[in-house]
């Protein structure tokens, strides 16, 4: 499976951008998806995380602000990130789980896509 993170660029503080991840085939439909990030200096952390049924989890600091989503159909994940801060300001990655459900910590993803760039300024 090959993973795909695009809509990531430059926005201030407050605005808005929506993260898009595709994936190359159907297995997806099946998996858990999430959606982690990383800034500099900083360990990866997750995000949000989204189950094959839908049933989504936050991380505190995101919640209220981001919504992730998928369509099966079209084998994409999105990430729909409101309110944004400058600490928000990351590499964003998807990845796809071995699981079918939502899992939060990194080591239950066995496929992950490369990152894209989100800047918040102030």
């Known amino acids: 499976v090959q993973l795909q993170a695009s809509g990531g660029g430059l926005v201030q503080a407050g605005g808005s951008l929506r993260l898009s991840c595709a994936a190359s085939r159907r297995t997806v439909s099946n998996n858990g998806m999430g959606w982690f990030r990383q800034a500099p200096g900083q360990e990866r952390e997750f995000v949000a995380a989204i189950a094959w049924n839908g049933v989504s989890i936050y991380s505190d600091t995101v919640k209220g602000r981001f919504t992730i989503s998928r369509d099966n159909a079209k084998n994409m994940v999105y990430l729909q990130m409101n309110s944004l801060r400058p600490d928000d300001t990351a590499l964003y990655y998807c990845?796809?789980?071995?699981?079918?459900?939502?899992?939060?910590?990194?080591?239950?993803?066995?496929?992950w896509g490369k990152g894209t760039l989100v800047t918040v300024s102030r």
């Open positions: 990845a796809a789980a071995r699981s079918s459900y939502w899992v939060t910590f990194g080591s239950a993803y066995n496929y």
